[in-house]
């Protein structure tokens, strides 16, 4: 056997045993507590990417089926097995921490002991705030889609919107409304929350209300060209139901791993409904295509000369602001832009045609180095057990239901792919902003 054949062989069995090790630290973990957590969530999509996914993307590489980007892969052989063993670090790092610190509140989702301490309690105050929210959205998308003829018009540029092939700032007054046509996501969360509370009136409006909004942001991400978004975000729908009805417990963990799978065999075509022909390729090369952006991100970023210590995660709360603000005045260069300029050896400009998002030990490696991975896990574990705790114990449980599967799926599980903090920013602006939204309703109640 030749070295290099030796070297791919080690790296497969090494993202076989990420795989492993990670899925049964959280079957144990889940087990031993009755229940799961958003890092038992983390851990095991982390366990995916870099361990039964890296290994599939290396083999395929190796047997020509990723012909366009594997060229980005081969020549590395010899860094194969850095990424796992990295990816072996972070898991028993994140579970080293969760034994240590998390110590979960034993309610499961159960509403907070006072209830007129929970946040968004009110349940009619949280109504309004639904249809607040998507009428809010409908409002945001009319306008920044005038520039473009309407609906029908923005999706005859999405394509060259996303990418880049104008400058969208210039040429759309309103585009900094762009991210506010998601508040129609949040509005779902809070449709859904009251209609699965047993004690809720009015259900025809609130099924109309859930309806509408489900249309409306399905046709937002779907416009955004967000294929996986949109697909977390029908799951997160189904979740919340189900987290509401069973809790956050071990056998659920395993349904919402089935209908990940799920989503997965749903890609090729719903890939051709937002980009005719794109997923002509086989299945496998197609899946391989999909999943080599963390690999060959990673790859790349081992040979960084420079590094940030932090300071693209401490940047992060300014991708809140319009896109004018932190790019044109400020200045600030996302990681996306300087991941794709290192892989593709050119700058970023007007029409450059995509970018390669950085996945989450791509950023660690661009903050640290090869410690990089490590001490943002468990930053990210710390965050992750916050958040936990806040969604399990301050929020009635129909609210809580629906919130955590958001947190479950699209900031526990898609950081693992996607982890640039503009990106993490973009893809929850509405969580956030709803979310300030209810807390804000229980300052209120509280005053009052």
């Known amino acids: 056997m030749s070295s290099s054949s030796l070297e791919i ?98 309610r499961g989702g159960e509403p907070d002991s006072h ?14 705030l639904a249809w607040g929210l998507l009428g809010s959205s409908l409002i945001a998308s009319m306008l920044y ?87 977390v975000y029908w799951l997160t729908v189904v979740a919340g139901f189900l987290i509401h009805r069973a809790g956050v417990t071990a056998r659920l963990l395993s349904w919402l791993a089935a209908l990940a799978v799920a989503a997965l065999l749903v890609m090729p075509p719903l890939t051709d409904l937002m980009n005719p022909g794109k997923s002509a390729a086989p299945f496998d090369a197609f899946f391989a295509k999909e999943l080599s952006f963390p690999v060959e991100s990673t790859l790349n970023s081992l040979d960084l000369d420079e590094h940030q210590y932090g300071a693209d995660v401490l940047k992060g709360p300014v991708f809140l602001l319009p896109e004018r603000i932190w790019g044109e005045m400020l200045q600030i260069r996302s990681i996306s832009n300087r991941n794709s300029e290192y892989l593709l050896g050119d700058k970023i400009h007007q029409g450059f045609g995509f970018t390669i998002p950085p996945d989450f030990v791509t950023v660690g490696l661009h903050q640290f180095g090869l410690a990089g991975p ?21 929020l009635p449980r129909p609210l809580s239901a629906f919130l955590y599967a958001h947190a479950a799926l699209s900031i526990a599980g898609l950081t693992t792919l996607y982890a640039d903090p503009r990106l993490v920013i973009a893809r929850n602006f509405h969580f956030i902003l709803g979310l300030a939204a209810l807390l804000i309703l229980a300052r209120v109640r509280r005053a009052a």
């Open 9 to 106: 062989s080690v790296a497969i069995g090494l993202g076989l045993l990420v795989s492993l090790l990670a899925w049964s630290l959280v079957a144990l973990r889940v087990t031993s507590r009755g229940r799961f957590d958003l890092i038992d969530v983390f851990v095991a999509g982390f366990g995916f990417v870099y361990g039964a996914g890296y290994a599939f993307v290396i083999y395929a590489t190796d047997s020509g089926l990723n012909e366009v980007n594997g060229l980005r892969i081969a020549g590395h052989e010899s860094s194969y097995w850095v990424i796992p063993a990295l990816a072996l670090v972070c898991i028993v790092g994140c579970f080293a921490f969760a034994a240590a610190f998390v110590h979960r509140p034993d």
């Open 115 to 128: 209830p007129d301490r929970s946040a968004g309690s009110d349940g009619v105050a949280v109504r309004l």
């Open 145 to 231: 889609t005038r520039a473009y003829g309407g609906i029908a018009g923005f999706f005859e540029v999405a394509d060259a919107l996303r990418s880049g092939l104008f400058d969208e700032a210039a040429e759309n007054f309103w585009s900094f409304l762009r991210p506010f046509g998601g508040l129609s996501v949040f509005a779902t969360y809070l449709f859904g929350a009251a209609i699965a509370d047993d004690k809720a009136h009015g259900r025809g409006w609130l099924l109309l209300g859930l309806a509408v909004s489900i249309v409306a942001s399905s046709v937002t991400l779907l416009g955004w060209g967000g294929r996986v978004d949109l697909l």
């Open 374 to 394: 490590l001490i943002l896990a468990i930053l990210w574990c710390l965050a992750l057990a916050k958040l936990d705790a806040y969604l399990v114990t301050r």
